[in-house]
């Protein structure tokens, strides 16, 4: 029971602090509901394991860019370019800066994502605002 309410807790502060950014992706009918909200956090665990280490206000532009980039997709691959993971690393080895797991660890995976963001353009903020003008990061 603890585990469920702390998935219920995560997944209402996501919403609470992306609000609108994310909540058409949670409803279901046209309706938001707690229940609805937990569910989806629980379908998709790299979203909610991000919340560990992306700061809640800079999520939702975290949120946007993997959900364009690879779907929160660990194993996502540009056919053309090579890219790989959930923050389309290239050359995909560059995230074997944060671990040697980085093929299948969701975890390397976000803190490799969340650290090219911040090096790169700031904050992923910026990188939402760059990726907005230029349909990449």
């Keep these: ?28 009918d046209g309706i938001v509901t707690p229940a609805g909200l937990a569910m989806s956090a629980v379908r998709d665990g790299a979203r909610l394991a991000a919340l560990t280490i992306v700061p809640l206000p800079q999520f939702p532009s975290f949120d946007k860019i993997v959900t364009r980039e690879s779907g929160w997709n660990i194993f996502a691959t540009n056919p053309v370019s090579g890219a790989y993971g959930i923050g389309q690393a290239l050359p995909p080895e560059k995230m074997a800066t944060h671990g040697p797991d980085w093929r299948f660890n969701p975890m390397t995976q976000i803190r490799w994502t969340y650290d090219y963001m911040n090096e790169r353009y700031g904050s992923p903020d910026r990188a939402w605002q760059f990726w907005q003008a230029h349909h990449w990061y």
């Design 1 to 28: 029971m603890p585990r469920m309410l702390a998935v219920v807790l995560a997944a209402s502060a996501v919403w609470i602090c992306a609000g609108p950014a994310i909540a058409e992706d949670l409803m279901d």
